[in-house]
Protein backbone atom coordinates (compact mmCIF):
# COMPACT_ATOMS: atom_id res chain seq x y z
CA UNK A 1 0.00 0.00 0.00
CA UNK A 2 1.04 3.29 -0.67
CA UNK A 3 1.85 5.90 1.93
CA UNK A 4 0.57 9.32 1.56
CA UNK A 5 1.33 11.77 3.72
CA UNK A 6 -0.66 15.54 3.52
CA UNK A 7 0.55 19.18 3.10
CA UNK A 8 -2.54 21.56 4.32
CA UNK A 9 -2.75 24.29 1.66
CA UNK A 10 -5.30 26.52 3.34
CA UNK A 11 -8.00 26.17 6.17
CA UNK A 12 -11.60 27.97 7.17
CA UNK A 13 -13.67 27.87 10.02
CA UNK A 14 -15.24 24.90 7.71
CA UNK A 15 -13.01 23.71 5.46
CA UNK A 16 -9.37 23.01 4.55
CA UNK A 17 -7.76 21.85 1.69
CA UNK A 18 -4.42 19.57 0.99
CA UNK A 19 -1.72 18.16 -1.27
CA UNK A 20 -1.59 14.77 -1.40
CA UNK A 21 1.99 13.29 -1.43
CA UNK A 22 3.61 10.23 -2.00
CA UNK A 23 7.52 10.02 -1.92
CA UNK A 24 7.88 13.68 -2.73
CA UNK A 25 5.58 13.81 -5.64
CA UNK A 26 2.32 15.31 -5.81
CA UNK A 27 -0.28 12.64 -6.77
CA UNK A 28 -3.67 14.26 -5.46
CA UNK A 29 -5.84 16.86 -3.93
CA UNK A 30 -8.75 17.00 -1.12
CA UNK A 31 -11.11 19.63 -0.42
CA UNK A 32 -12.86 18.76 2.92
CA UNK A 33 -16.37 20.77 3.95
CA UNK A 34 -17.34 20.37 7.26
CA UNK A 35 -20.93 20.59 8.01
CA UNK A 36 -22.75 19.74 11.13
CA UNK A 37 -23.29 15.86 10.33
CA UNK A 38 -21.64 15.47 7.09
CA UNK A 39 -18.08 15.61 5.75
CA UNK A 40 -18.09 16.49 2.23
CA UNK A 41 -14.75 15.93 0.18
CA UNK A 42 -13.78 16.27 -3.09
CA UNK A 43 -11.29 14.09 -3.95
CA UNK A 44 -8.77 14.96 -7.67
CA UNK A 45 -6.12 12.45 -8.52
CA UNK A 46 -4.02 11.04 -11.94
CA UNK A 47 -5.14 9.33 -13.65
CA UNK A 48 -2.67 6.13 -12.69
CA UNK A 49 -4.35 5.28 -9.45
CA UNK A 50 -6.64 2.60 -10.08
CA UNK A 51 -10.18 2.00 -8.13
CA UNK A 52 -9.05 -0.01 -5.65
CA UNK A 53 -5.64 2.50 -4.40
CA UNK A 54 -8.83 5.73 -4.87
CA UNK A 55 -10.88 3.31 -1.92
CA UNK A 56 -7.30 3.02 -0.14
CA UNK A 57 -6.65 6.62 -0.18
CA UNK A 58 -10.31 7.96 1.13
CA UNK A 59 -9.92 4.86 3.80
CA UNK A 60 -6.49 7.38 4.79
CA UNK A 61 -7.93 11.06 4.50
CA UNK A 62 -11.19 9.69 6.80
CA UNK A 63 -8.44 8.11 9.02
CA UNK A 64 -5.94 10.78 8.87
CA UNK A 65 -7.70 13.91 8.52
CA UNK A 66 -11.56 13.49 8.84
CA UNK A 67 -11.71 11.21 12.36
CA UNK A 68 -9.15 13.54 13.90
CA UNK A 69 -10.58 16.43 12.97
CA UNK A 70 -12.58 18.12 16.30
CA UNK A 71 -16.09 17.20 14.39
CA UNK A 72 -18.75 14.49 14.72
CA UNK A 73 -19.64 12.82 11.79
CA UNK A 74 -22.54 10.67 10.64
CA UNK A 75 -21.41 10.62 7.26
CA UNK A 76 -18.26 11.02 4.96
CA UNK A 77 -19.10 11.38 1.73
CA UNK A 78 -16.12 11.94 -1.28
CA UNK A 79 -16.83 12.92 -5.10
CA UNK A 80 -13.62 11.65 -7.04
CA UNK A 81 -12.19 13.51 -10.06
CA UNK A 82 -9.62 11.18 -11.97
CA UNK A 83 -7.71 13.31 -14.80
CA UNK A 84 -4.53 15.55 -15.18
CA UNK A 85 -4.03 19.30 -13.84
CA UNK A 86 -4.96 21.39 -16.80
CA UNK A 87 -2.99 24.56 -14.46
CA UNK A 88 -3.57 27.14 -11.92
CA UNK A 89 -5.55 29.86 -12.69
CA UNK A 90 -5.75 33.11 -10.76
CA UNK A 91 -6.13 37.19 -10.63
CA UNK A 92 -1.99 37.27 -11.60
CA UNK A 93 -2.41 35.33 -14.58
CA UNK A 94 -2.20 31.67 -15.74
CA UNK A 95 0.78 30.05 -13.86
CA UNK A 96 1.68 26.83 -15.45
CA UNK A 97 5.24 24.31 -14.31
CA UNK A 98 7.37 23.69 -17.28
CA UNK A 99 6.10 21.28 -19.09
CA UNK A 100 2.55 21.09 -17.96
CA UNK A 101 -0.97 21.71 -19.48
CA UNK A 102 -1.72 22.85 -23.04
CA UNK A 103 -0.34 25.95 -25.02
CA UNK A 104 -1.70 28.99 -24.42
Do not use: K, N
Not at 1 to 12: K, S
Not at 73 to 81: Q, S
Not at 82 to 92: H, K, L, T, V
Amino acid sequence: MIEYYFERECRTPYSEAYLIMAEEEQVGRVDLHFTSTVVYATLCVGEALTTEGIRDLIDTIDEELVMTADVVRDDFIVTVHQGREAGIFSDEGLELEEGEGAEW
